[in-house]
């Protein structure tokens, strides 16, 4: 769950190699909608955009991200943290993970540098994220250096129009809505991995850089196979709640360029196979 949830989060994008990216062109009625898949954490030398997706950025009128990064209110954003990652009075991280597991974390925190004690009114899933994104931060990753946001930035300056699929409240819903019992199991599982978890990480963006959809279709079954309700929420319900809004653009005149994590635009129940299935043209770049 560790690496494919670094897939999923809210890229540097991949470096021009000669073979398949994860960019996919879709034919409407007039005009073109590209997809474009992303790893949201990148290190800053993986950050180039290649010339296939900057071609479809700038052939496309309107960029649409996961979120409309460029509306973002960082008040807002701390506020929904606060009041949706944080237990209520008279409870405790320690007492909702139970010993045996609160020692695990507390151990792996102490070796982040985070006080556990400072992380106690937190909720189980917010914990859990912390560390995820501590391990990551620490070894080099960050959100500044993704697609999605240097594509914003460039929108920005472009003066090009943005659209956010959801909003950030609808995606921390996703971990805040899971009962006590798969909180705890998201926090095992994050616990578990994260020995590994970089090493990981590093395969499933080699993966992503050269188009490999078969092993990052390998990665989502297994993460699916390991936590289905979450992963069916990440994913598959996301790709079905966004599909009306993406065949809409495509009745459109104007190009789209629609940026999302790419997990979300492969195997069954992806975004592709989900507009192949409406009877759309899609090809691979």
Same mark, same amino acid.
């Given at each position: 769950?560790?690496?494919?949830?670094?897939?999923?989060?809210?890229?540097?994008?991949?470096?021009?190699? %000669?073979?398949?990216?994860?960019?996919?062109?879709?034919?409407?009625?007039?005009?073109?909608?590209?997809?474009?898949?992303?790893?949201?954490?990148?290190?800053?030398?993986?950050?180039?955009?290649?010339?296939?997706?900057?071609?479809?950025?700038?052939?496309?009128?309107?960029?649409?991200?996961?979120?409309?990064?460029?509306?973002?209110?960082?008040?807002?954003?701390?506020?929904? %943290?606060?009041?949706?990652? @944080?237990?209520?009075? %008279?409870? *405790?991280?320690?007492?909702?993970?139970?010993?045996?597991?609160?020692?695990?974390?507390? *151990?792996?925190?102490?070796?982040?540098?985070?006080?556990?004690?400072?992380?106690?009114?937190?909720?189980?899933?917010?914990?859990?994220?912390?560390?995820?994104?501590?391990?990551?931060?620490?070894?080099?990753?960050?959100?500044?250096?993704?697609?999605?946001?240097?594509?914003? #930035?460039?929108?920005?300056?472009?003066?090009?129009?943005? $659209?956010?699929?959801? *909003?950030?409240?609808?995606?921390?819903?996703?971990?805040?809505?899971?009962?006590?019992?798969? #909180?705890?199991?998201?926090?095992?599982?994050?616990?578990?991995?994260?020995?590994?978890? @970089?090493?990981?990480?590093?395969?499933? $963006?080699?993966?992503?850089?050269?188009?490999?959809?078969?092993?990052?279709?390998?990665?989502?079954?297994?993460?699916?196979?390991?936590?289905?309700?979450?992963?069916?929420?990440?994913? *598959?319900?996301?790709?079905?709640?966004?599909?009306?809004?993406?065949?809409?653009?495509?009745?459109?005149?104007?190009?789209?360029?629609?940026?999302?994590?790419?997990?979300?635009? $492969?195997?069954?129940?992806?975004?592709?196979?989900?507009?192949?299935?409406?009877?759309?043209? $899609?090809?691979?770049?």
């Amino acid at each position: 769950m560790f690496a494919v949830f670094a897939l999923l989060g809210s890229g540097a994008a991949l470096p021009d190699n %000669g073979g398949h990216h994860i960019l996919w062109e879709v034919q409407g009625r007039h005009n073109v909608l590209y997809l474009l898949g992303s790893v949201h954490l990148l290190r800053p030398d993986d950050s180039e955009i290649p010339s296939d997706a900057m071609r479809a950025y700038e052939q496309s009128k309107t960029l649409v991200l996961e979120l409309d990064l460029n509306a973002l209110d960082p008040q807002e954003v701390v506020a929904d %943290g606060a009041s949706l990652g @944080v237990l209520p009075e %008279g409870k *405790t991280l320690s007492d909702e993970l139970g010993p045996d597991l609160y020692a695990k974390f507390k *151990t792996r925190a102490g070796s982040l540098g985070l006080n556990a004690e400072l992380t106690e009114r937190f909720q189980p899933w917010f914990a859990a994220m912390t560390l995820e994104q501590m391990e990551l931060t620490q070894a080099g990753f960050d959100a500044s250096s993704g697609v999605d946001m240097r594509l914003a #930035q460039r929108a920005q300056l472009d003066n090009k129009a943005v $659209i956010g699929l959801e *909003t950030m409240s609808q995606q921390l819903h996703i971990f805040a809505d899971m009962s006590a019992e798969q #909180q705890r199991a998201y926090m095992r599982s994050t616990l578990d991995e994260m020995d590994g978890g @970089v090493k990981e990480v590093n395969e499933v $963006i080699a993966a992503w850089q050269h188009g490999d959809t078969q092993k990052l279709e390998q990665l989502l079954k297994e993460a699916t196979q390991e936590s289905p309700e979450l992963f069916r929420k990440l994913t *598959t319900d996301r790709n079905r709640s966004w599909l009306p809004r993406i065949e809409h653009m495509l009745d459109d005149d104007k190009n789209y360029l629609v940026v999302v994590g790419a997990l979300h635009l $492969i195997g069954q129940g992806g975004v592709v196979d989900l507009l192949q299935h409406d009877g759309y043209h $899609i090809v691979q770049h």
